[in-house]
């Protein structure tokens, strides 16, 4: 793991800012794509909400890890709350006040929000698997010891190092970005299917907090369980993700199938021939 990267004098160049700030603007690159081939012509927004959205995110993720899920130590270190390169940003928050300004965005240039969500669904996990690749170069998101010799061995510099010492580590960031891509693949998929508008979207929401919440068992940064059952994580994404199965069946039995845009063409040119 590399933190830094080089200096510009004494300033240090994060390997943490620099993967955070390429999955942003990767995100948005692909987002740009799915929305070009979805052809209604919101591309022309995504560079906008890229950065209005990836803003948003940052700024959601530190809030809600500082508030929900390590407040009882910021609540005295008050000057160290903006330190992110710390460690310390909960994707919960990201997704929450990303979408929030995405939605305030489709809202007050009158687009079709629950499509266009739909179509950003499949970039946004993309974002945070490569985000996953920030933590791990950062040494947070850290797993807990393995008690093997199998696990990650993190530098002496990292919060890692600092919480369990040289034991080995379940590998739980590097699996989670993985199990994104998966998540990614699978959307797309699901994407070129007839469905429902919102359902791709929730179905992200679904698949992520099942990921988010089966490797919560092997995480070790934060181990407080509430009830003696589940940890603060585990209960966001237990939340979030009822609520998006909820939608999702109701979505799919309320609305009827979206047809793909193959399936849409044949029966444009009928309509076409039969004004002819």
């Known amino acids: ?119 950003a669904a499949p970039a946004i996990v993309l974002g945070q698997a490569l985000g996953r690749c920030a933590n791990l170069l950062n040494g947070d998101a850290f797993g807990a010891p393995t008690g093997s010799s199998f696990g990650i061995l993190y530098p002496d510099t990292t919060l890692a190092h600092h919480t369990y010492g040289a034991q080995p580590l379940w590998p739980a960031e590097i699996w989670e970005g993985q199990l994104d891509i998966v998540i990614f693949a699978l959307l797309l998929i699901f994407r070129a299917r007839g469905h429902a508008r919102g359902q791709c979207f929730a179905l992200y929401v679904m698949l992520y907090s099942l990921v988010r919440f089966a490797l919560e068992y092997l995480r070790g940064d934060y181990t407080e369980k509430y009830l003696g059952l589940f940890t603060s994580a585990q209960m966001t994404s237990l939340g979030f993700g009822l609520v998006a199965l909820c939608f999702f069946l109701w979505l799919g039995l309320r609305k009827e199938a979206i047809p793909t845009k193959s399936e849409e063409e044949p029966h444009e040119r009928k309509k076409a021939r039969r004004k002819k």
């Open 1 to 119: 793991m590399h933190q830094y990267l080089f200096y510009i004098g004494d300033f240090p160049i994060r390997s943490y800012g620099v993967v955070i700030s390429l999955s942003i603007l990767l995100a948005t690159g692909v987002g740009y794509f799915l929305a070009k081939v979805d052809g209604r012509g919101y591309e022309k927004h995504v560079p906008d909400l890229g950065i209005y959205c990836g803003i948003a995110g940052l700024l959601g993720a530190r809030l809600w890890d500082v508030f929900f899920f390590d407040w009882d130590y910021y609540q005295h270190h008050l000057t160290e709350i903006l330190n992110v390169w710390q460690g310390g940003m909960a994707i919960q928050g990201g997704v929450f006040l990303g979408v929030l300004v995405g939605i305030l965005y489709s809202r007050k240039h009158k687009l079709d929000t629950i499509h266009f969500m739909d179509v």
